[in-house]
Nanobody, 119 residues
Framework: QVQLVESGGGLVQAGGSLRLSCAAS????????MGWFRQAPGKEREVVAV????????SYADFAKGRFTISRDNTKNTWSLQMNSLEPEDTAVYYC????????????WGQGTQVTVSS
C-alpha cells in the first residue's frame, strides 16, 4: 500500500521558518515528480512547489519564490519543503503529492499537515 506522510507542520510566528517533510512508502518514487500543495480555510487547494523526478527542475508559485525551497532525496524516498519568512497568509494545510513523470494528474496524496503562522 502506497503512503505519503507529511510531517513538520506547526505553529510559528511571522518571519519564522518551518521545514516540511514527506516520507513515502509502498513503492519507489524515483520516477515521480513531487509537489507540495496547500489549502487554506475557505480557499481552493493551490500548488506551492514542484520538483521533477530527477530533482533537476523545480517550479514555484509566485508567493513561494524566494522564500520556499523544495528538495528531494530519492535514496530515502523523502521530499522536503523549507519555508522561510513565513507570513500569516501562509497558514494552511500543506499536502505532498506524487505523479508519474509523464502524467499531469497527481496519483498519490498525503493526509496533510497544518501550518499556522501567527502575526
Amino acid at each position: 500500500q502506497v503512503q505519503l506522510v507529511e510531517s513538520g507542520g506547526g505553529l510559528v510566528q511571522a518571519g519564522g521558518s518551518l521545514r516540511l517533510s514527506c516520507a513515502a512508502s509502498g513503492r519507489t518514487f524515483s520516477s515521480y515528480d513531487m509537489g507540495w500543495f496547500r489549502q487554506a480555510p475557505g480557499k481552493e487547494r493551490e500548488v506551492v512547489a514542484v520538483i521533477s523526478w530527477s530533482g533537476g527542475s523545480t517550479s514555484y508559485a509566485d508567493f513561494a519564490k524566494g522564500r520556499f525551497t523544495i528538495s528531494r532525496d530519492n535514496t530515502k524516498n523523502t521530499w522536503s519543503l523549507q519555508m522561510n519568512s513565513l507570513e500569516p497568509e501562509d497558514t494552511a494545510v500543506y499536502y505532498c503529492a506524487a505523479r508519474y513523470k509523464w502524467n499531469q494528474r497527481y496519483d498519490y496524496w498525503g493526509q496533510g499537515t497544518q501550518v499556522t503562522v501567527s502575526s
